[in-house]
């Protein structure tokens, strides 16, 4: 049974929960609200390089690479709450900022600290849903984290395309949405103490090859997946396919509500599906997506590869959420998850060195670098099943205590604490003896 190590423990009431996957909706934001706008800020920039007026879609995601783990290690030395405040300050600021400057290096630098911003938010909400659930609770509201993830990019991404009609500097005012996280966040939420299930021990060290592992695939999901928000908008606002801003900053959200539908699914395949095959099926999906784009190109493919795209997102972000926050500690989540954040959004920006050397042998088109991209996706999904069984056999042990059975199951890298849970419906029979 879970009990509270002291009672100024962190606060799971409903409203702490609802301010958590507020805050989680905004760290896709670095570069998704003004990404319909791009070809604005490059007609506007006409006389700058053409790579430098992308960075302002690119650039925060290079921040969170450089500085995500220093912010993590900040929130493990500081406190998770107090990062997390004051990124949200950092953020709006920053954000904001690009509505009022009309100086393309001027933006381009203050679009970094915003993802410095970024970065402590990422690592600061992730940690502390990690060391404040244990068990199925962590992984519902993990799946509930990767959900409001992909329902802010619906929102922000359909708001940015909206704004962009306006011109383009208004999508920077979507960065005001910090504004009430930040008020709700400093209201409900406070530093968490241990969660103890029973008396199990407390983990103090992670399985590195785990911790690896799970970045590694998080940076290539996100790396492919990326190549849609970026690219998709000039091919589909081409005279010859004709979408407005508007159409095309919804028709990209769209991706979020699969990506939201995928993670609320997630937590009910858990006890079924182990998070290597479920992180297998995600690049799978989104390799599908993009091949079928490839090879018909239109506006039904495209949206097609978005949808496949948002539940790829949906499936992977959290396996490899739970499967991290089972390898963490009080003293390690904030680096553990400030980790996960440099790879999700290093992919991010690795998409623009990627897809330009790309672009030049497919002559320009993108359905067809799509297709590449996704050709790479499925080769990722196949060696993922080779490789996930070689990482069970290197994990660690894992020991839950039960009111009246003991289960103990080696070498499996989730390691969940499924406490309150029949654990015969999670794992063999052969693995459960009585106490």
């Known amino acids: 049974m879970r009990q509270r190590a002291d009672a100024g423990m962190f606060d799971r009431g409903r409203l702490a929960l609802f301010s958590l996957l507020l805050a989680s909706m905004l760290t896709l934001m670095g570069g998704a609200a003004v990404a319909p706008a791009l070809p604005l800020i490059q007609e506007h920039f006409s006389d700058a390089f053409g790579t430098l007026s992308t960075m302002a879609v690119t650039l925060p995601s290079l921040a969170v690479a450089l500085t995500g783990w220093a912010t993590g290690w900040l929130a493990d030395r500081f406190g998770k709450v107090r990062v997390l405040a004051s990124s949200l300050i950092v953020f709006t600021a920053a954000g904001v900022s690009g509505f009022l400057l009309d100086d393309l290096g001027a933006i381009l630098a203050m679009r970094f600290v915003l993802g410095v911003g970024i970065g402590g938010l990422s690592a600061a909400v992730t940690a502390l ?3 404040s659930y244990a068990g199925a609770s962590r992984v519902r509201v993990l799946g509930y984290q990767s959900a409001a993830m992909g329902i802010g990019a619906l929102v922000l991404e359909s708001c940015g395309g909206v704004l962009a009609g306006f011109g383009w500097r208004t999508p920077f005012l979507v960065y005001l949405a910090g504004l009430p996280v930040l008020a709700l966040c400093v209201l409900s939420l406070r530093e968490p103490g241990r969660v103890v299930c029973g008396d199990d021990p407390v983990r103090t060290r992670a399985d590195a090859k785990v911790v690896v592992s799970c970045c590694l695939a998080m940076f290539l999901c996100q790396m492919i997946f990326s190549v849609l928000p970026t690219r998709l908008p000039s091919f589909l606002e081409d005279p010859g396919v004709g979408m407005g801003t508007a159409a095309v900053g919804l028709l990209l959200g769209l991706s979020g509500a699969v990506n ?5 699914a997630y937590r009910r395949v858990t006890g079924h599906v182990r998070p290597g095959t479920a992180v297998a099926a995600g690049f799978a999906a989104m390799g599908a997506g993009m091949v079928l784009l490839m090879l018909h190109p239109s506006v039904w493919t495209a949206a097609t590869a978005v949808v496949l795209g948002g539940a790829g997102m949906g499936t992977v972000t959290p396996a490899v959420t739970s499967t991290l926050a ?14 996960f954040s440099v790879s999700l959004n290093l992919g991010q920006f690795s998409v623009s060195l990627v897809t330009v050397p790309i672009l030049a042998v497919v002559g320009g088109s993108v359905p067809d670098l799509v297709g590449m991209l996704g050709i790479m996706s499925l080769a990722v999904a196949a060696a993922v099943m080779l490789v996930s069984p070689r990482l069970r056999g290197k994990g660690t042990t894992a020991e839950v205590r039960f009111p009246h059975y003991r289960v103990c199951w080696k070498n499996y890298p989730v390691g969940c604490l499924v406490s309150g849970l029949n654990p015969s419906s999670l794992y063999p029979a052969h693995e459960i003896n009585k106490g």
């Open 129 to 131: 849903i990690a060391e």
């Open 260 to 264: 939201a539908a995928a993670s609320l």
């Open 326 to 339: 089972a390898q963490s500690s009080q003293a390690t989540s904030g680096r553990i998850m400030g980790g």
